[in-house]
């Protein structure tokens, strides 16, 4: 292959990376909390039930904090019956995913799981079945101090300081058929714009995410989210976007160019923000939460009607990730880094088991997939000030997509000033020679720490009895001059990092 260019230049900054950029998803379904993050009896579990196993796993991800709890559970979700002793708690049918919700493990569960962790919630109401005032009531019960109906509740309930969650989104994928309580953006602009004028009435120090189209898919982007926009523009802080990418026909070099519609997305919607803003004569900014995306292969409708319902915590939604996955999330990770500007919060879906990278056996051990690297990288090494590279690399076409580049790569500055580069080689077949030119970086930089991952077999993956199977290893890089060279495995994920000599 030719050799892949790329300029970076200290003083081409786009923007520094918000905090939130590095936060998951956790929606009781399928077995993402029971046999995941939570199963009393577990020989890892602690006195609550929260498995030790998997925290060990989650913990290197350094998650900033974890939306919860849905996703399509919550357009039926009543928060209250998730609160309290557990054994008057109510069981639900619960209709998003054809399942019996015991209720066992809840709001106030989540927060004590989150606090030992280390990571905060990003909250969700349900504005698709309930209203203005239960969302309020909400608020009430996890922020107020104390001395009010719902946060004395709280109290009694024995967390006696309040959570304050600071994020909260009014209500989920609401643009969607298969929603529960779907809704037009008109109709839904309002009701979220009253929900979250009450909810900061509540409490003024929160933020509110207006739900935009689940997908760019969706037939009613972007009239859906101009008219939630509209309507709602000045009360909201945050427009939430969802992707999900798929290789459902087994094409992989064009599954692996499917961030370029991501990208066009968070696009398109920087668009929809000027001209809203514009038409509004309005000085308020509202960003991205891009609070779902990942790779996805199962179709969810499909599978869910498969099982017997009513089962409790079943398995759902468990794609075994492998190689050609662990790219294809680089790449998405790689493009939100590129939008930093625009996406301030963003939360890999999901956390554990379902959608996830993260796979635990009931009673047994847990180990990780492939793209579980290419998340801890981004998370470790992706914070800080991102800049504008120039990218000249060999290209390709695909069913859907021409003149895709072989090279995705965005350089980040870390906050210690080591420069970090992500890049992947989407070439099936063949390793790319890179050539790097550092501008306006001043004494030399040496490489600090290559690291990189691929793999023989691209559907290669790891299982409980060969966990090692993919993982990263140390690769290797040469600075010469103010020129980076190495030369990247097919199909592979890799992250270079440049430290200042002394
Ligand atoms: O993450 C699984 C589901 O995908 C979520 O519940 C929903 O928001 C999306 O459609």
């Known amino acids: ?159 006696t300081a309040p959570h304050g969650y600071k994020y909260w989104c009014l209500s989920n994928e609401i643009d969607g058929p298969w929603q529960v309580g779907q809704n037009t953006g008109s109709n839904y602009g309002l009701l979220a714009r009253e929900a979250s004028k009450a909810m900061k009435l509540v409490d003024p120090e929160i933020k509110t995410v207006l739900a935009g189209s689940s997908s760019p898919d969706m037939p009613s982007f972007p009239d859906f989210d101009v008219a939630a926009l509209d309507a709602a523009w000045e009360q909201v802080d945050y427009l939430s976007v969802h992707n999900y990418i798929s290789n459902l026909k087994g094409d992989t070099p064009n599954y692996l160019a499917k961030p370029l519609t991501t990208d066009l997305f968070f696009k398109r919607i920087g668009g929809l923000f000027s001209y809203i803003k514009a038409k509004k004569r309005s000085s308020h900014d509202l960003f991205i939460s891009f609070d779902e995306f990942n790779t996805w292969h199962t179709v969810a409708g499909n599978e869910r009607m498969e099982k017997p319902r009513w089962g409790i915590a079943p398995t759902l939604l468990e794609d075994v990730y492998n190689m050609e996955d662990a790219v294809a999330l680089g790449s998405m990770l790689i493009t939100v880094l590129r939008n930093c500007d625009l996406v301030k919060i963003a939360c890999l879906s999901e956390l554990c088991n379902c959608i996830s990278h993260i796979r635990t056996r009931n009673g047994g051990g ?63 077949m063949e390793s790319m020679p890179l050539r790097i030119e550092l501008r306006g970086f001043e004494g030399i930089y040496v490489p600090d720490e290559c690291i990189t991952m691929s793999h023989p077999d691209p559907k290669a993956t790891n299982t409980e009895g060969n966990p090692d199977n993919v993982r990263p290893r140390t690769g290797v890089a040469d600075v010469e001059d103010g020129i980076l060279c190495a030369d990247l495995d097919p199909l592979s994920w890799n992250v270079i990092r440049l430290r200042k000599q002394q």
Request: hydrophobic letters at 35%; a negative charge; proline letters at 6%.
């Open 1 to 159: 292959m030719e050799t892949a260019k790329m300029i970076i230049d200290r003083d081409y900054t786009l923007s520094s990376t918000d905090e939130n950029l590095f936060c998951s998803f956790v929606e009781p379904l399928g077995r993402c909390i029971y046999g995941g993050l939570y199963e009393p009896g577990h020989p890892s579990a602690d006195e609550k039930g929260f498995r030790r196993d998997v925290l060990e796993l989650i913990k290197p991800l350094n998650l900033t904090m974890n939306r919860f709890p849905g996703g399509n559970y919550t357009s039926t979700f009543r928060w209250e019956d998730s609160v309290g002793p557990k054994e008057k708690r109510p069981r639900r049918a619960e209709v998003a995913w054809q399942c019996i919700e015991t209720n066992e493990f809840g709001l106030n569960e989540f927060a004590e799981w989150s606090k030992l962790n280390g990571s905060d919630v990003m909250m969700t109401v349900n504005l698709a079945t309930r209203g203005v005032l239960e969302a309020m009531d909400c608020v009430e019960y996890c922020n107020l101090e104390g001395g009010t109906y719902w946060s004395d509740m709280r109290r009694s309930h024995g967390y």
């Open 366 to 428: 847990c180990w990780v997939l492939p793209p579980y690297y290419a998340f801890l990288h981004f998370s470790r090494y992706g914070r800080g000030t991102v800049l504008i590279p120039r990218i000249s690399s060999p290209k390709y076409d695909t069913r859907d997509y021409t003149d895709v580049p072989y090279l995705d790569a965005v350089p980040v500055i870390n906050d210690d000033g080591t420069l970090t580069v992500f890049a992947v080689n989407r070439s099936l």
